[in-house]
């Protein structure tokens, strides 16, 4: 069944949406939270686990000092208190990706609480989200669908488990309700996940891809009308795995709501779940008394207590946050707003930086990434860093085109026979024989055949239409084959016309 | 915390997917309601100062390096599994996920 959904913009004209996300983290540590078995994705199934993980009775969990103090660094990097002393609870439910028939997670002592994240919108405006807490847990393991209806839950005959992905660590990050955001909404969502996913990254404490499940988001819904208080009842979307998921999820689910209310209907509390395919949430379950999960702290494991001492020493150690690093980066390199993020966008900023430290100016970095390797990545289907450029390599060719040893067409083809592993750019261009001619001689030569084969394009030129002179050039530059100077053969032609500009 | 009645009991019992007949729910009731109300007594003795605890035993930070240990194969994994396919524990499809 299709429900009635509002268009966005009328959605807007009559509600107020209200926000909040659960993002899952799972930890890239060598091995699982309670357990020594290795963390490790895409393995045969059911290898990666010991006794813990798989629940056998009589097994006690010991607790990954790594986990904690990757969990201590998401909340520092979130601007979060960090608690002197939290514990683990279990969190009962029957379902069998887990095997034990409870989480253990945390419930009413996290280790992290009361923070913030600045978001940055596109347009360099900056929205606050305060987050209510950062708490560890542990992954459930993954379930197959099998039969019936092509993976889907609805009408499986019976399901797979495969727990190699049982214990391991989780940092769940928990907003508070994210008012005011208007029709910023669905920007600010994806704005916020792709923030969090860039901070656990840039710590090193997640693998953070989105596609294996690494960073997972949960996206909570409401409307209410303008200028009331009350919040509305809320819809929870599940697993929204990708950036531009978190955005559409969250506009339909406005839209949806929408049509809701206008028809006077309350707003069912339920989960929903995304799909992809067709972009929309169907219903999953309402929110019921299943629901009581009878936490209750975890009697085999005892207190985590971080001195302050700890958490400082932690602190130390937390790189440059990205969003002010690349304030800094774009303030050193002189770029504007547009360029900048467009180089964000390609995803070449780190390639940037690196090639300017290796000496090319601030333009010719540029110029290169965005200009020519950007390009030759989309056609290769790779990321930009995965063609093995070396930052020396474009400062090379940057000195090259300066000093007028070759030409910028010459340098693109020295870059590709660079990628085609023929060695260095002074190997290729002695190689091939590649020079810029700068002895006027054999262009004079060359301007004059070329003349001679367009006199009617000669005759425009010496009656002032200079903006002609193209074919010429272009006649120059082929039987050059490339290695004149353009810009110097342009001169000589004038020259030779008697014609001044 | 108010006393235990039997529809208390009646819902934790299918939280805790367990099957209870009509006599045993009256005494479970009965039961659970001496036990809260001894285990209430705690309270009064301990005053808002002092910390609720979880472990009897004062212990804290009881952490593991993070480094490899032992693994099973999937035959082990699933040697005591009710039935299994493809290396993987086979399941009733259960409608709706926790």
């Known amino acids: 069944m299709t429900d009635a959904i509002l268009s966005f913009e009328e959605a807007m004209a009559k509600y107020d949406p209200v926000l909040g996300f659960e993002v899952h983290v799972e930890l890239n540590t060598k091995t699982k939270m309670f357990s020594s078995a290795p963390n490790v994705f895409g393995d045969e199934p059911n290898t990666n686990v010991n006794e813990v993980d798989l629940g056998l009775p009589g097994v006690l969990p010991v607790v990954n000092k790594t986990a904690i103090e990757s969990s201590i660094k998401i909340g520092l990097a979130l601007n979060c208190k960090i608690a002197e002393t939290c514990r683990f609870a279990r969190k009962n439910y029957f379902y069998p990706d887990t095997p034990k028939n409870f989480q253990t997670s945390q419930y009413d002592e996290p280790i992290a609480y009361d923070g913030y994240l600045d978001i940055e919108l596109s347009d360099g405006t900056v929205f606050r989200v305060e987050i209510e807490r950062a708490h560890m847990e542990e992954d459930a393991g993954k379930l197959t669908h099998m039969g019936g209806s092509a993976g889907r839950i609805q009408g499986a005959d019976y399901s797979l488990v495969d727990y190699n992905r049982s214990g391991v660590p989780l940092v769940e990050i928990v907003t508070k309700p994210i008012e005011g955001a208007g029709s910023r909404a669905p920007e600010l969502a994806k704005a916020y996940v792709a923030a969090v996913r860039e901070i656990v990254k840039n710590l090193g404490v997640s693998d953070a891809k989105m596609e294996r499940g690494n960073v997972r988001c949960d996206a909570n819904v409401s ?10 009842i809320r819809s929870e979307t599940k697993n929204v795995n990708s950036l531009r998921a978190v955005e559409h999820a969250v506009r339909y689910e406005i839209q ?246 | 915390m108010a006393a235990i009645n039997r529809e208390d009991v009646a819902h934790l019992a299918r939280l805790a997917h367990i099957e209870m007949s009509a006599q045993e729910l009256d005494r479970m009731a009965g039961e659970l309601a001496v036990i809260v109300e001894s285990v209430k007594s705690v309270s009064e003795a301990a005053g808002d100062d002092v910390p609720a605890t979880s472990h009897p035993i004062p212990l804290t930070n009881v952490f593991r390096e993070d480094v490899v240990g032992h693994t099973f194969t999937a035959e082990q994994s699933l040697s005591g599994a009710p039935d299994a396919a493809e290396n993987r524990f086979k399941v009733p499809a259960i409608l709706d996920e926790a």
């Open chain 1, 223 to 232: 409307l209410r009308p303008h200028g009331r208080e009350r919040f509305g």
């Open chain 1, 256 to 501: 949806r709501h929408a049509a809701v209310l206008d028809s006077g209907e309350p707003v069912v509390q339920e989960t929903r779940h995304w799909h992809e395919d067709t972009r929309t949430t169907t219903s999953g379950r309402p929110k019921s008394d299943a629901d009581d999960y009878r936490y209750f702290p975890e009697p085999d494991l005892v207190p985590v207590v971080a001195s302050r001492e700890w958490v400082e020493e932690l602190r130390a150690t937390l790189p440059e946050p990205p969003a002010e690093r690349r304030k800094r980066l774009q303030a050193d390199w002189g770029y504007s707003d547009l360029e900048f993020r467009d180089v964000v966008n390609a995803g070449v900023m780190d390639e940037i930086e690196e090639t300017i430290a290796a000496g090319a100016s601030s333009t010719v970095a540029r110029k290169w990434w965005m200009g020519e390797i950007v390009g030759r990545a989309k056609a290769a289907d790779v990321d930009p860093g995965q063609l093995g450029v070396k930052p020396a390599t474009i400062v090379e060719l940057g000195k090259l085109v300066e000093a007028g040893s070759i030409n910028n067409k010459m340098a693109a083809e020295v870059l590709d026979a660079v990628l085609a592993g023929e060695g260095s750019p002074a190997e290729i261009i002695e190689k091939r024989g590649l020079a810029v001619v700068s002895d006027d001689g054999p262009l004079l030569e060359a301007i004059d055949a070329a003349l001679a084969a367009q006199p009617d394009v000669a005759d425009k030129i010496r009656g002032g239409k200079v903006q002609a002179i193209g074919a010429i050039v272009g006649g120059v530059m082929k039987a050059t084959r490339g290695q004149a100077d353009a810009g110097r053969v342009r001169e000589l032609i004038l020259e030779k016309l008697g014609v001044t500009v």
